[in-house]
């Protein structure tokens, strides 16, 4: 079925100087028979009507300040915040992730990896809240396998936020061990809490570092858990169509 009755779902993939996966998670949008990606370029101002937006990994504008900083001006970035505070689903992938921290989209930041080092690896991640519009084809406790690739996935929050955080459910993911456990050294990149994911209060903005783009095909080593995100975000698609 198609993500309400026959539409085909528009998810913008926005492109920045710098973005590298934009292709990867275009790809990994077009697997999906009710989803077409359209393309959004940092310097647009009109979202052309998507229903949802992705902003994909890479290094956008070199990393230069810190990461997302200077992506976090340009002109596209005032429709986005204005599509969020209209309800719109959004997520940020690895520096998509860092670019909303940064435009304070999401709470946190995103520092230097613990050891000062870029790792490139598959992660295990617990869904702590199956419950999002990004999660809800997950059980709270599964466990998925996604590749991570960055320099800067150490996420960092003041201890108050953190707290009304666990409290509202908004730690979405955590690093852990296959088998669901947690610990300390689980984290690739030494975040805090383990967390790998998170959303805002409102639960329509969500940042990840993982990739799961590049976990959507079953020819590919890591295997097709990284489905989950993208199939629950058509699903949330098709029921806000389906209530207009």
Avoid at 24 to 48: C, M, N, Q, Y
Avoid at 113 to 122: A, D, M, S, T
Wanted: proline share 5%.
């Amino acid at each position: 079925m198609s993500a309400s009755g026959g539409h085909t779902a528009r998810i913008g993939v926005v492109v920045f100087p710098g973005i590298n996966t934009d292709h990867d998670t275009a790809r990994a949008i077009s697997t999906f028979a009710d989803a077409e990606p359209v393309w959004l370029w940092h310097k647009d101002t009109d979202l052309r009507g998507v229903e949802a937006i992705v902003i994909p990994g890479g290094f956008s504008y070199g990393d230069y300040l810190r990461c997302g900083a200077i992506a976090r001006f340009s002109p596209i970035m005032g429709a986005i915040a204005d599509f969020a505070a209209a309800g719109g689903l959004i997520m940020g992938i690895c520096n998509g992730f860092q670019i909303l921290t940064e435009a304070h989209l999401l709470p946190g930041a995103l520092i230097r990896n613990i050891g000062l080092k870029f790792v490139c690896r598959y992660v295990d991640l617990r869904v702590e809240n199956a419950g999002t519009p990004f999660t809800q084809t997950a059980e709270p406790g599964d466990v998925l396998r996604v590749v991570v690739k960055h320099n800067e996935g150490n996420y960092r929050v003041d201890p108050e936020t953190l707290a009304a955080m666990r409290a509202n459910g908004q730690v979405v993911l955590r690093y852990c061990e296959p088998d669901g456990t947690e610990r300390d050294d689980c984290s690739p990149n030494g975040a805090l809490d383990g967390i790998a994911g998170v959303c805002n209060a409102d639960f329509n903005v969500f940042g990840l570092m993982p990739h799961p783009e590049n976990s959507v095909e079953p020819g590919l080593a890591g295997g097709t858990d990284g489905r989950v995100f993208f199939q629950s975000i058509l699903n949330e698609v098709r029921d806000m169509a389906a209530a207009r």
